[in-house]
């Protein structure tokens, strides 16, 4: 197992990769190319000259995050071929830099909501947060308003200002597909690119939904374990995994992560764990916390246990923190909270391997 922290470039981040290197027991960071266009190749170039600067802070580069799939291949249209071509090179780039987990979703039009990226709990420390009556009432524009006055100046993965214009027209699109038929295009894409993966030795990780389940009338797929299974099988192989997000998948609670977590890296299934916890008000309205396991709903004891009985050898990452301490940073992604987060993980690690 590797402990890892999420880095966003080109001074989009108020962490610097020195601070990162100086957290006990992290030994890289997932990162991503923000100013490459969605559906454009990730050149060679460029991603050797970011792994290149990790590589310079004594960090490693074997994971990324957000190489975002292209809406028009998530909508199966005569246009996805040469988006889903850009995909299977960007692959094969990765994959010569070294880079051996590659994390993306298959979301339509959202990759994640929340009316809240700064609700101020009791302690003072302030969180993302959702509550779906609140979201429901809004439309894409004027949530991705609220989260762009939220976020303190720094980019929203999935927000990306390009793809806002299109939201409504892409909800009204969704409104004609079918479950099935979103199933066969999810296919389509993993048919063109794990065969690559594979060759490039790429481990691809799928992000459940998160919220997991649906709003605005989309298609969601990855959200409990049946449908897990059934992505799965659409190739029965280790280069298809999922990247466990027991925040996106505890915001059900009756999903069981211990067993999700367990029967996933038994399989091989697992290239990549973003471990946070979650503090329900109600069944569909929720705080995220604190990492600890009294904060919220979710057994991180459990979780950790279930992972290692299972000899899961991939990567963990602290999911979003919360701001503490006066720390200024990108909603769910300062430095305090999650430092917290990481050695109580490790910590977590150390005793069940030793109680082993």
């Not at 051996?100 to 039009?109: E, H, T």
């Not at 999922?242 to 609670?253: A, D, E, I, Y």
């Not at 200024?328 to 909270?337: C, E, H, I, Q, S």
């Amino acid at each position: 197992m590797k402990m890892i922290l999420r880095w966003f470039p080109h001074g989009d981040d108020s962490v610097p990769l020195e601070y990162i290197k100086q957290v006990p027991g992290v030994s890289g960071v997932a990162t991503m190319l923000p100013k490459i266009p969605v559906g454009e190749v990730w050149p060679l170039e460029a991603v050797l000259e970011i792994r290149d600067t990790i590589w310079a802070a004594g960090l490693e580069m074997e994971v990324v995050e957000s190489v975002n799939v292209h809406e028009d291949i998530k909508k199966g249209l005569p246009s996805r071929d040469r988006y889903i071509e850009n995909y299977r090179t960007t692959i094969r780039n990765l994959g010569q830099a070294g880079v051996k987990c590659l994390c993306y979703n298959f979301m339509p039009v959202l990759d994640w909501a929340r009316n809240d990226l700064a609700h101020r709990l009791p302690d003072g420390s302030t969180v993302l947060s959702y509550r779906d009556a609140g979201v429901r009432a809004m439309n894409p524009a004027t949530m991705a308003q609220s989260m762009e006055k939220d976020a303190g100046g720094y980019s929203l993965p999935g927000w990306e200002p390009d793809r806002i214009p299109a939201m409504a027209a892409d909800i009204e699109f969704y409104r004609n597909i079918t479950h099935d038929e979103y199933w066969n295009n999810m296919k389509y894409f993993l048919d063109a690119v794990i065969p690559v993966a594979e060759e490039s030795c790429v481990k691809m990780g799928i992000h459940p939904d998160d919220p997991p389940w649906e709003i605005f009338g989309l298609p969601k797929l990855i959200t409990g374990i049946e449908n897990i299974r059934r992505f799965l099988a659409l190739h029965d192989v280790e280069a298809n995994g999922v990247s466990l997000c027991t925040g996106s998948l505890g915001g059900n609670l009756e999903n069981d992560l211990p067993s999700i977590a367990g029967e996933l890296a038994a399989g091989g299934r697992l290239p990549f764990t973003h471990l946070r916890n979650v503090k329900h008000l109600s069944p569909r309205d929720f705080d995220e916390s604190a990492h600890l396991s009294q904060c919220g709903d979710l057994d991180m004891f459990a979780i950790i246990k279930a992972l290692y009985d299972a000899g899961f050898d991939g990567y963990i990452r602290p999911d979003h923190g919360r701001m503490i301490w006066g720390e200024v940073a990108r909603p769910g992604y300062g430095l305090y909270d999650r430092a917290i987060g990481a050695n109580y993980l490790l910590g977590l690690w150390e005793a069940v391997s030793k109680m082993s």
